[in-house]
């Protein structure tokens, strides 16, 4: 019997196994009820290129509320701004298992108007 915490980690755990196998920079998300979080991590997941998240200080100053979409496009565009700034443009989008929906739909569109490719 699987409850739901361990349903995401099995998906996260299949979606890391294939982007693993393909080599490339990944864009993590880690989401709470108050936060987002997004990390992009090197091919050989050893090394954190850039980080962004509702808890920054320029974060808080945009948004009240850092448990919502509108949050999570603000840390979007930061984390592909980061990204860019460290010489990246492609990267494979690791959602730990979530749903591509609300909150996480909303960085990754943010993210890629500004200059992500996944």
């Known amino acids: 019997m699987t409850n739901k915490k361990d349903a995401r980690q099995r998906r996260a755990r299949k ?4 982007i693993a196998e393909q080599k490339t920079v990944r864009l993590a998300i880690s989401r709470t009820n108050q936060h987002i979080y997004a990390q992009v991590i090197s091919a050989c997941g050893s090394k954190i290129l850039a ?3 509702t808890l920054e200080a320029e974060v808080r100053k945009e948004v009240a509320n850092g448990g919502n979409a509108t949050a999570a496009a603000v840390v979007g565009k930061r984390i592909a701004e980061k990204a860019k700034i460290a ?3 492609a990267i494979a989008f690791d959602r730990s298992g979530h749903r591509y929906h609300g909150r996480i739909k909303a960085l990754a569109d943010a993210a890629r108007e500004h200059g992500l490719q996944f």
């Open 87 to 89: 010489g990246i443009t």
């Open 15 to 18: 979606t890391r196994a294939k």
């Open 51 to 53: 980080s962004a998240s």
